[in-house]
Antibody, heavy 118, light 110 residues
Framework: QVQLQESGPGLVKPSETLSLTCTVS????????WSWIRQPPGKGLEWVAW???????NYNPSLKSRVTISLDTSKKQISLKLTSVTAADTAVYYC????????????WGQGTMVTVSS | QSVLTQPPSASGTPGQRVTISCSGS????????VYWYQQLPGTAPKLLIY???QRPSGVPDRFSGSKSATSASLAISGLRSEDEADYYC???????????FGGGTKLTVL
């Protein structure tokens, strides 16, 4: 049973870079796509990016110029970096495992809240 | 502005049956599976329905999903107070090569 745990700074200043890590336990990195999804306070879900163990990635076009997703298979960690953050990037950030056949986001981490403020 | 369209709210009394709709397009719901997620206050979304109408183990059979063309529905029968939550539909989008979501429906049990 896959389990996911996100970690991050909690507070980031405007114009700086947000860095998050998701640690995977209980599963194989090669069995899934790995996605980041975010949810601003009181709002809906927004897919941010996914990565496969082969190195394939894809990004939400609205964030593509500022976001990078990476995978450390030895540590079983998925990382997300978002540059030039503004208050609009304030959100709970979730990582999730995604099926390679049906694309279902089956297992989610508990999420980590990131606030962008000076 | 979400890619998939859901009503912002729904309500029902205990024991009733409620349905939540989700509308998309040919690039997402029209050609791919639909999923439904339940999000209780302060918690992460939980998978409720996958592959249009399949329930993960542990999800009561009071929850059911269906899909027709570019629309989908989630039905909850025998409504209970613990069903009060936000519900999101999602689907893979071939144009985006990523997942798209509905804006969420807040279900109130009166």
């Amino acid at each position: 049973q896959v389990q996911l745990q996100e970690s991050g700074p909690g507070l980031v200043k405007p114009s700086e870079t947000l860095s998050l890590t998701c640690t995977v336990s209980g599963g194989s990195i090669s069995d899934y796509y790995w996605s980041w999804i975010r949810q601003p306070p009181g709002k809906g879900l927004e897919w941010v990016a996914w990565i496969y163990y082969t190195g394939s990635t894809n990004y939400n076009p609205s964030l593509k110029s500022r976001v990078t997703i990476s995978l450390d298979t030895s540590k079983k960690q998925i990382s997300l970096k978002l540059t030039s953050v503004t208050a609009a990037d304030t959100a709970v950030y979730y990582c999730a495992s995604q099926g390679t056949y049906d694309y279902v986001l089956a297992t989610w981490g508990q999420g980590t809240m990131v606030t962008v403020s000076s | 502005q979400s890619v998939l369209t859901q009503p912002p709210s729904a309500s029902g009394t205990p024991g009733q049956r409620v349905t939540i709709s989700c509308s998309g397009s040919s690039s997402n719901i029209g050609t791919n599976y639909v999923y439904w997620y339940q999000q209780l206050p302060g918690t992460a979304p939980k998978l409720l329905i996958y592959r249009n109408n399949q329930r993960p183990s542990g999800v009561p059979d009071r929850f059911s999903g269906s899909k027709s063309a570019t629309s989908a529905s989630l039905a909850i029968s025998g409504l209970r107070s613990e069903d009060e939550a936000d519900y999101y539909c999602g689907a893979w989008d071939d144009s985006l090569s990523g997942v798209v979501f509905g804006g969420g429906t807040k279900l109130t049990v009166l």
